[in-house]
Structures are given as structure tokens and as C-alpha cells.
């Protein structure tokens, strides 16, 4: 793999330092949209994203919990179409971290991702933050559904609503949407993992959305290394900031 440049392989060896230094459980990644670009799933937040060439509306107002109630049909024409990918595979990011995990480094792995990719390449302690398009529930009966059924069943309806084949209530994503509150033990359990790390890991997120600013304010270890290609407001607080790819950095 070609350096970027000396600096950005500098730190990147650097980072790959304090993970072998550190001590058992003591690695804690925190991830974001960046972690499965490379999974070929888009961040739908970035300026580029395509739902801008199709959409009417901000990808927050599609995806959020009034929208979803007024406009279902429309809701998950936008959430099949830009949210579910179901054939993604995880990438090298998400296997080295499987990896770790493994070896007893990686403690958790907190995600702001839906994808349930770090779960596919073998991680057990995943914090989603968001939920995951993997879940999916009848509102009325509480039926489950694989996301493979919700979008089969979005191109069966006439409306493009799924719904339940026993009780026909709206199968609703286990996705948490904009107005909607984060589930409370997921994010205790992430402040936990946070506060117990040695080594805190942020990739791919420019720490924008709520709650990752708020939640790194419980790293007490020692060293905060930030991944991602473009600044964040936080980098003036990061030990070590890394602009490349995180499939780079964690491909050794
Ligand atoms: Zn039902």
C-alpha cells in the first residue's frame, strides 16, 4: 500500500504502536460513515450524496420520525433505496477489528453505522448507536423482519409501504431516527467502554452528529487518535489526527 505521504505514514505507524502497546481490552474504535465507505455504502450526510440528485428534501427530513409518520411511502422509498444495502461485505477495517477483538485488544466497538458490518466480519461487542437496518419490526404485532423481507415486500406494495403479512401493521427499521431518542443502554454501555480505554479510536465521522462529540468527553486514557480524511472539531484535543482511508490504516 503506497504512503499518501511521510507524515500520514508516520502516524499511521504510530497508531499501530499504541495498539500493539496496549494493554488487554484497552483499544475502544468508535466509528462512523467513513468506516464503510469503503464497503461501497455512501455516507448519505456528505454533500456528493446522491439523494440530493433525487430527493426533495434533506436526507434528515426523509429520515426522521415525523416524516416517517406523515409520508411512510415516500419514507421508504428514500430508506430502501439509500439506506439498505444488503449486499455490502465488511472491509479491511472491519476484519482487523474482528481481529483484535479477538486477541483480547479491542474492548468495543462503538458505530454510528446501521450496516451491521462490524457484526458480519466477526465482532461481538458492538455499540450501535443508531440501530441497524439488520432489525426490523411489525409496529403492531412486533414480528421480526431481515431487511431482505422489508425491501422485498417495499417492491411487492403498491404504496411501497412493507407491512406485515400476519397482522398488516408497518414493519418499521430497528433505525433510530432524527427526533428519536438514542436508546439509553447502548449509550451508557458505550460511555463505559469509553472511560475503561486506554487508546480511543474515532474513524470516519467528522464528530458533527450527536452524541459523539459529548461522548468523548469520558476518554480518560491516554491517547486519542481521530481517522478521518477531512478536520474535525475535535483534532486540537486528538494525541494523533490521521487523514487517510480507515481500511489504510488498519490494513497490517
Ligand atoms: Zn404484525
Known amino acids: 500500500m503506497a504512503a499518501e505521504n511521510d507524515e500520514t505514514e508516520k502516524a499511521i505507524e504510530t497508531l499501530r504502536r499504541w495498539i500493539a502497546e496496549a494493554p488487554q481490552g484497552g483499544v475502544v474504535f468508535f466509528g462512523g460513515a467513513g468506516v464503510s465507505t469503503e464497503s461501497g455504502i455512501p455516507d448519505f450526510r456528505s454533500p456528493s450524496g446522491l439523494f440530493a440528485q433525487k430527493y426533495p428534501y434533506p436526507a434528515e427530513v426523509m429520515i426522521s420520525r415525523s416524516f416517517f409518520d406523515e409520508h411512510p411511502s415516500e419514507f421508504f422509498d428514500f430508506y430502501c433505496d439509500r439506506m439498505v444495502f444488503a449486499d455490502a461485505k ?132 491516554s491517547r486519542l487518535a481521530i481517522i478521518n480524511r477531512t478536520p474535525t472539531p475535535r483534532d486540537r484535543h486528538a494525541d494523533l489526527c490521521i487523514a487517510a482511508n480507515v481500511g489504510t490504516v488498519f490494513d497490517f
Open 90 to 221: 465488511p472491509n479491511q477495517a472491519h476484519r482487523k477489528l474482528a481481529d483484535l477483538e479477538r486477541k483480547g485488544i479491542v474492548r468495543a466497538v462503538i458505530t454510528q453505522n446501521i450496516d451491521g458490518l462490524h457484526q458480519a466480519a466477526g465482532s461481538k461487542t458492538v455499540y450501535e448507536l443508531h440501530g441497524s437496518v439488520l432489525r426490523n419490526f411489525c409496529m403492531r404485532c412486533g414480528d421480526p423482519y431481515s431487511a431482505e423481507q422489508v425491501l422485498a415486500l417495499h417492491g411487492e406494495a403498491n404504496d411501497g409501504i412493507p407491512r406485515c403479512g400476519k397482522c398488516g401493521g408497518i414493519v418499521k427499521p430497528d433505525v433510530v431516527l432524527y427526533e428519536e431518542a438514542l436508546d439509553s443502554s447502548i449509550l451508557q454501555a458505550s460511555v463505559e467502554a469509553i472511560a475503561k480505554a486506554d487508546v480511543l479510536v474515532i474513524a470516519g465521522t467528522s464528530l458533527a452528529v450527536y452524541p459523539a462529540a459529548s461522548l468523548i468527553d469520558y476518554f480518560a486514557g
